[in-house]
């Protein structure tokens, strides 16, 4: 059971992200170093930015008690890591930029409670108690100052000691550009007090990529600083920083009129507190960037795209990121973040407690916290106008994987629900940029916008589109977004059967895919299956949900009877009693022919006389996920119910096992004595196809966690937790970093997936057109409580059920209901309701909806309370 504290072996691994959404990151590594320095618009794993650290002393009386850099121990191995640099990586041990040759704290306790670490720090020579609070704003909705392109950081000092002693902590940064011509400069704004010292380099033009800036900001009285260590050569600057840093109580500054340097180039800023005996004080800071100009690099690095016309190496084609729109400078991002700190960290820690107060398992909490952490990463970007864009992952110095990845991306449900704004303009790039006249869709967005897309259209990815684009108008209410969206949506329905549909997904219009259908696992599936038919049933559903709101009847009455004929059909030939299939014959070649780019030639094994990449009779992971998304979006039925848990336990039962006895050739996610679900089992080995299905034995975490949370909505609570166990298991610190699930790459959006585990085990219903919310969890406490986070368009905040009563708080914007669903309830079992202490009238229907005569509008400042006998069905 995961405690949230790692030490020893189990911070090894450890890496949390401090930064903005779209704005990139720092690392901060299980013993307190600074790595990953993700900042220039890229990822950039395993990376430093020269000796940049927190050190700390101890001084009483004028003499120097104690200096150390603070940071734990640096774990094994000490081999070295691989360099091209001459005379350096391995075999050579670590590193000096790791600190570890430096006095440091022997002891370091690291809690991660995304989006809050602390690092506590003991050390027996040291005379005192140091800690380290980090984080970067996490709020709910509040997408701008949850994006401040910055790293905070409070350090906390008490003095153990009898005597009065004067502390010192002091930020050292690295200025990460290159170029000789290169400055860094303090500044102090007398009026707030705040002191900065930035770095930058007056070499490149204002639409550069390589322009920027990044600074190091302190609100402390009392300071001193060096614009610069010295220059020199060899271990010249590190030398003689740590003379300077203790041989003296205060830095005297240094600069150099002479700018050019071919060295690297480091500055220090310092805070000097005094503390008595038994006292605490703590110093912050925040380490803030501003790099605007983005451009393509990807395409051109990655996939070779040499003839790209939008991709120059001189002169690529640029646009700037959102928060260039917020900041001209990381002095201004500095200071901004320091004038708002109590805010800005209030509002982050009101969001955590509310999140790690839920009454759900631990193990739960751990995948959600740690899988939103991947919004803060360089998985994501936000483009000029706050619209958000993602990679699937990412690779050690570049996205992978780009363009919002339809099929990914649907399995994220971390963004839809808190920053749905954000999730929203997803929708919109997606019917603006990637939609072609007949409907068919491109699965990848291309940057710049408007670059031209060939990419062919995915039966999930775009079928998956409608049923966010319904989830999404559920969320906020917005029916003129609907509106707005309505033709883009309708067109991406009916390019199923439209006459210029490539691949003949149901050029019969019979509800039933039959042609040749991408998917996320990268290839095609040839024929009927539940998985992709299941996404096109759920498609069907919602738009004629959504076309009978707007008032187009018959387009609703078409797409239901479609969907009616659809989800009979694969009900009565896809399942064969345990789970779905996919309806195929291997042997038959004409099932690959008539396309395009020798198709057939591809999927055809000419040794054994079948086709290749095909599920068949297996029992796939994803065969009724369509059942997930509409459990989640309010969708209603879309298998039969009773074979959607016999396929459940299927998939449980063939699926999950420990890996280290079976054979895998394809990518390790899991080993040895580990456990996981894999993508796809043969129950009878003689069916398997000599090739089978890409990936099959694989363990990817987004796929376990839908499967796992599916289980739960369907009452197998034990097996789904023991499945996302064992996932949480594999990242423990010391194997795996808990804070980057990787897949294709790191920081894989798939594995917010893992959010939805909240609203399983809440039961949560939202339908904010109609103005209700509502909860039915799957388990309480034996004394009958439950508490939940929840978040939707308008405000975010907690419900606490208990006996007696129900409660519901908003504790951050707003939210207006006129019903309160509440299925649990018995028979006549409300007594009354209450805002804020006041009585107001209410009504509860036989399924458990209590309403109100009027829209009720909650607040922070005033809550909802339904009283209610004691008889509550879950107990």
């Not at 020798?598 to 054994?608: C, G, H, L, P, T």
């Not at 796929?703 to 499945?723: C, L, R, S, T």
């Not at 920081?747 to 109609?770: I, Q, T």
């Amino acid at each position: 059971m995961p405690s949230f504290v790692y030490q020893g072996e189990k911070t090894k691994e450890i890496v949390f992200p401090l930064g903005g959404i779209g704005s990139g990151s720092i690392g901060l590594a299980g013993n307190g170093r600074l790595v990953d320095w993700e900042i220039f618009n890229r990822p950039n794993k395993r990376s430093v930015n020269s000796f940049s650290h927190f050190s700390v002393k101890a001084e009483a009386g004028g003499k120097l008690l104690d200096a150390r850099v603070l940071n734990g121990d640096l774990l094994p191995s000490y081999m070295g890591e691989r360099r091209i640099v001459p005379h350096s990586g391995y075999g050579f041990g670590p590193e000096s930029t790791t600190m570890a040759g430096v006095p440091h704290f022997r002891d370091c306790v690291f809690t991660g409670e995304f989006p809050l670490a602390k690092l506590e720090f003991t050390d027996e020579r040291f005379p005192g108690a140091a800690s380290m609070r980090a984080f970067n704003p996490f709020i709910p909705l509040n997408d701008a100052d949850s994006s401040i392109p910055g790293a905070f950081f409070e350090i906390e000092l008490t003095n153990t000691t009898d005597q009065l002693i004067t502390y010192t902590v002091n930020a050292s940064v690295g200025n990460p550009h290159t170029s000789p011509v290169r400055w860094n400069r303090y500044k102090h704004d007398s009026g707030s007090g705040l002191h900065h010292i930035q770095m930058g380099t007056d070499e490149y033009a204002s639409d550069s990529p390589k322009r920027g800036d990044i600074s190091i900001s302190t609100d402390a009285a009392d300071v001193s600083y060096q614009e610069y260590w010295y220059r020199g050569t060899w271990c010249d600057n590190l030398e003689m920083f740590w003379r300077d840093f203790t041989e003296t109580s205060k830095f005297n500054n240094r600069t150099y009129e002479n700018q050019e340097f071919k060295g690297s180039d480091l500055c220090s800023l310092a805070a000097h507190v005094e503390i008595e005996p038994g006292q605490t004080k703590s110093v912050r800071f925040v380490i803030t960037w501003n790099y605007p100009n983005c451009f393509n690099y990807w395409s051109t690095e990655v996939y070779g795209a040499k003839d790209d016309p939008y991709y120059h190496p001189e002169h690529p084609t640029v646009w700037s990121n959102y928060y260039a729109s917020l900041f001209e400078n990381s002095v201004q991002s500095g200071a901004y973040s320091l004038r708002h700190w109590d805010r800005l960290y209030g509002d982050t820690l009101l969001f955590k407690e509310a999140l790690f107060s839920s009454s759900i398992p631990v193990e739960a909490i751990d995948a959600i916290s740690a899988n939103i952490s991947t919004l803060k990463t360089a998985t994501c970007l936000r483009l000029a106008d706050g619209s958000f864009y993602g990679f699937e992952g990412t690779i050690e110095h570049s996205g992978c994987c780009e363009g919002s990845c339809t099929h990914v991306w649907n399995y994220a449900y971390a963004l839809p629900f808190l920053f749905p704004k954000l999730e929203r303009s997803m929708r919109d790039l997606d019917y603006k940029y990637n939609m072609r006249e007949d409907g068919r869709m491109s699965f990848r967005l291309m940057l710049p916008l408007g670059k031209p897309n060939t990419m062919f259209a995915c039966a999930d990815g775009q079928f998956g589109g409608v049923v966010k684009a319904y989830r999404d108008w559920k969320i906020s209410g917005d029916t003129d977004w609907l509106r707005s969206s309505w033709p883009s949506i309708q067109k991406s329905i009916e390019y199923a059967w439209a006459e210029t549909n490539e691949h003949k997904w149901d050029l019969d219009k019979d509800g039933v895919l039959e042609g040749r259908q991408h998917h996320t696992l990268d290839l095609e599936l040839f024929g009927p299956n539940a998985w992709l038919n299941g996404f096109y049933l759920a498609a069907l559903k919602a738009g004629a949900e959504m076309a009978r709101y707007l008032g187009d009847t018959e387009k609703a009455d078409e797409y239901a009877g479609l969907f009616e004929q659809g989800k009979k059909w694969t009900d009565e030939h896809l399942f064969n009693g345990e789970y779905y299939v996919q309806q195929i014959d291997l042997t038959d070649r004409s099932m690959v022919e008539g396309y395009e780019d020798r198709v057939a030639d591809y999927y055809w094994n000419e040794e054994s006389g079948e086709l290749k990449y095909q599920i068949g009779d297996g029992c796939g992971v994803d065969q009724v996920i369509a059942q997930w998304h509409a459990n989640l979006s309010g969708l209603g039925e879309i298998f039969d119910p009773v074979q959607t848990k016999q396929a459940l336990r299927s998939i449980y039962s063939y699926n999950y096992r420990v890996v280290g006895d079976y054979f895998n050739a394809w990518r390790l996610f899991s080993l040895n004595d580990e456990a996981g679900l894999i993508i796809c089992s043969w129950p009878k080995a003689d069916s398997m196809p000599r090739i089978p299905l890409t990936y099959n034995q694989e363990t990817m975490n987004g796929f376990e966690y839908q499967a796992a949370i599916h289980m739960i909505q369907e009452g197998m609570v034990q097996e789904g937790m023991e499945i996302v166990r064992a996932i949480r298991a594999r990242y423990d610190g010391e194997r795996r970093n808990p804070w980057n699930e990787f897949e294709c790459g790191s920081h894989y959006a798939r594995s917010m997936a893992s959010y939805a585990l909240l609203p399983a085990f809440s039961g949560f219903e939202y339908d904010m057109v109609e103005g209700m919310i509502g909860f039915n969890p799957v388990q309480t406490s034996e004394d009958g409580q439950f508490t939940a986070f929840w978040s939707l368009d308008s405000g975010w905040g907690t419900v606490r059920i208990t006996r007696k009563n129900v409660e519901l708080h908003v504790l951050y914007g707003t939210l207006s209901i006129r019903t309160l669903r509440l299925p649990f309830l018995e028979g006549d079992s409300l007594l009354a309701a209450t805002l804020a202490g006041d009585l107001i009238p209410v009504n509860q229907a036989a399924n458990g909806d209590c309403s109100f005569a009027s829209p009720v509008v909650l607040t922070p400042q005033s809550s909802l309370s339904i009283f209610v006998s004691n008889t509550l069905q879950h107990v």
